[in-house]
């Protein structure tokens, strides 16, 4: 799109008026980019939402015998055949403007098998969170798992805020280094951004966590949305623990799992767990334990 619109902003405006635009903006840049942003953002938004009506209009998932059928799409319609015993994972997605609302959608990790490759494909788009495990007893019973998680131990906090406001105190330097330069104050705008960097961190640990009972494994995690992911044990290609010379200084570690997907594989991690529990979530899942120091 901003291709097309350069190349007809091209043949009717003129190289002067360009310019002289660009010579009024200037003076006032910090505003451009306090209306520019949001409207950028508002228009991906608004884009990614008619991308979304167009590829699930339709959208129905029916289950016969061990074969899970799901059709959707308006200009195109797509189908796409699960084999049951094929799924090596489901992952539930929280996403920012879907869990206040109590919503998720569910994807599925299936393997490949022979000639036909695997395939990472949308279960289900919407639907509400507290429908979950009762919807996953139906389509794929064996992933419908919705335990309490054991959380992260509290000196794990630090290390989530820490990471969390990192991206924003470059952003300071970088508009101190900047706006020095040309003798401004308004560098401290940039402190703005750790206080909400802060929270997405503190946000990032209070999501995080796991759960193993019986032969199922449930871990979670935030990025942006909330996901969490189910997989049974059997399923697991590899599990192990690493970690890093700071986690070893708060006796911390890593816990990761992969199973196979159309992608080639899929890990399920949790950061900055208790290094005991680490261990003992790993060995606890069988033989395939790799303990790596990084």
């Known amino acids: ?3 097309v619109g350069s190349q007809f902003l091209d043949n009717f405006l003129s190289v002067d008026f360009a310019r002289r635009l660009v010579e009024s903006l200037a003076p ?8 520019l942003v949001p409207t950028g953002l508002l228009l991906a938004w608004l884009l990614a939402v008619a991308g979304t009506v167009l590829a699930y209009t339709g959208f129905t998932l029916s289950r016969k015998g061990n074969f899970l059928y799901i059709k959707r799409g308006l200009l195109e319609r797509r189908e796409t055949t699960i084999p049951l015993s094929r ?20 994807r599925v990790e299936s393997a490949g098998y022979g000639e036909d490759a695997g395939v990472s494909a949308t279960l289900f788009p919407l639907l509400p969170s507290d429908e979950v495990e009762e919807f996953l007893s139906g389509a794929a019973p064996e992933f419908a798992y919705t335990p309490a998680l054991e959380p992260l131990p509290r000196r794990s906090l630090r290390r989530y805020v820490f990471r969390a406001t990192i991206p924003a105190l470059l952003v300071c330097v970088a508009a101190l280094v900047c706006l020095m330069v040309l003798g401004s104050a308004l560098w401290l705008l940039s402190l703005l951004l750790i206080p909400p960097s802060a929270a997405y961190g503190w946000l990032r640990y209070r999501d995080a966590g796991w759960a193993l009972e019986g032969d199922r494994l449930l871990v979670r995690h935030r990025l942006l949305g909330r996901k969490t992911a189910v997989a049974p044990r059997r ?12 986690q070893r200084r708060l006796q911390l570690a890593t816990f ?8 080639g594989g899929a890990a399920l991690r949790v950061k900055d767990l208790d290094a005991g529990s680490a261990g003992t979530l790993a060995s606890s ?9 990084a």
């Open 28 to 35: 006032n840049w910090l505003m451009v980019v306090l209306i």
């Open 87 to 106: 799924i090596q994972a489901v992952r539930i997605s929280e996403g920012v403007l879907r869990q206040p609302f109590g919503l998720a959608s569910l």
């Open 256 to 263: 990761v799992a992969e199973v196979a997907s159309g992608s």
């Open 1 to 3: 799109m901003l291709a």
């Open 235 to 246: 399923r697991l290609q590899s599990r192990g623990v690493t970690s890093s010379p700071l």
């Open 285 to 293: 899942l069988g033989p395939g334990v790799r303990l790596e120091g």
